[in-house]
Structure formats: structure tokens, C-alpha cells
């Protein structure tokens, strides 16, 4: 029997969880075709886009996610099961969170549970990248002001206090509105 190929819209948590595989988000994989020119190949895209996950997603673009099923509770229970989904020693990520982030979207959204916590996921490995280009928060703020010397560089610093935008995704509250 020919094994089937590696899921790559989808593959396994424990290499999600790892970064050893980003997922690619619906965003990036429409950014990344849009800069290519005709002559250009991109391995990762092409396997995205041959992926029968995408192309199903692709096939029925009005309805990409079905309403959940019991069997989708049990491919996410079986997906984030701890043999597939360990605790993070270093403190990484907390598997409960995602997977109570993924419970509260599926039911909010009404879609399958696996479909939420990919989308979870997408979220939670492009967060530090997020916090890296959002704006800096007011105690960021206040503390490069206090620490430079030039009065001129200190206005130029956005002196005005704003809302705390950094750590949008840190708690649930902020995580589900």
C-alpha cells in the first residue's frame, strides 16, 4: 500500500506546536501567489495548493467550513490527544488554552473543531510576530522616554498615552470578545 503524503495544510500538533511546521495561513499562501511572476516555483505553495484539504476548501469557496459533527469531536479529541499534543516543558504554549480556544471558536463560529484549532494555531504562531510590529505599549513608552536624555528625542516619542494594544491575544477576555 502507498503511504499517503504528509498533510501540509494541516500536519501533525506536535510539529505545529514545535514550530518544526508553521502553518501557512489563507493570508500568506494569497500574498505569496500574488508576488510571484510567471516564472517562479515555490515548493511550499505548491504543496499547499495540491493538499486535498486545500482543494476541497477550494472546491466549495461559499461554505469552506462544515457545522461540527460528532465525528469531528473525535478527530480534535483524537488530534489533541496527549500522545499527539504533549505539555510544553518550557513553558511555550498550554495545550489547554488552545484547545479551550478552539472549543469556544468551533461552537462560536459553527465549525468543526479541527477547523477552529487550526485557525487557533495560525493565530497563536503568528502572535509573536504580531506583538513584534504592534505599536509599543504606554510603559514602553514612558520608560524610553525617561531613559533618554535629549528632551527633543522624548517628544518624538509619542508622548500621548494610548490604549495598551500589545498584548491583545494575552487573555481570554481579549482572545474571545
Not at 511550499?44 to 484539504?53: C, K, N, S, V
Request: negative net charge; aromatic residues 8%.
Amino acid at each position: 500500500m502507498v503511504p499517503s503524503p504528509p498533510a501540509v495544510y494541516f500536519p501533525a500538533l506536535d510539529k505545529c506546536l514545535a514550530r518544526e511546521l508553521p502553518l501557512l495561513s489563507w493570508e500568506s499562501a494569497y500574498k505569496a501567489v500574488i508576488a510571484l511572476d510567471s516564472l517562479t516555483s515555490s515548493p511550499t505553495l505548491d504543496a499547499f495548493f495540491q493538499d486535498p484539504t486545500v482543494l476541497s476548501i477550494l472546491g466549495a469557496p461559499l461554505t469552506p467550513f462544515q457545522p461540527p459533527t460528532s465525528q469531528s469531536k473525535t478527530d480534535f479529541e483524537t488530534r489533541t490527544a496527549a500522545i499527539n499534543a504533549l505539555p510544553s516543558e518550557s513553558g511555550q504554549y498550554d495545550i489547554n488554552q488552545i484547545k479551550e480556544d478552539a472549543l469556544w471558536l468551533s461552537k462560536e463560529a459553527n465549525i468543526q473543531e479541527t477547523d477552529a484549532l487550526r485557525i487557533v494555531l495560525v493565530e497563536w504562531q503568528q502572535r509573536s510576530a504580531s506583538r513584534m510590529l504592534a505599536e509599543w505599549s504606554q510603559d514602553e513608552r514612558l520608560g524610553i522616554q525617561n531613559a533618554a536624555a535629549n528632551a527633543h528625542f522624548r517628544q518624538s516619542i509619542n508622548p500621548t498615552p494610548e490604549p495598551d494594544q500589545k498584548s491583545v491575544f494575552d487573555t481570554q477576555q481579549q482572545r474571545r470578545p
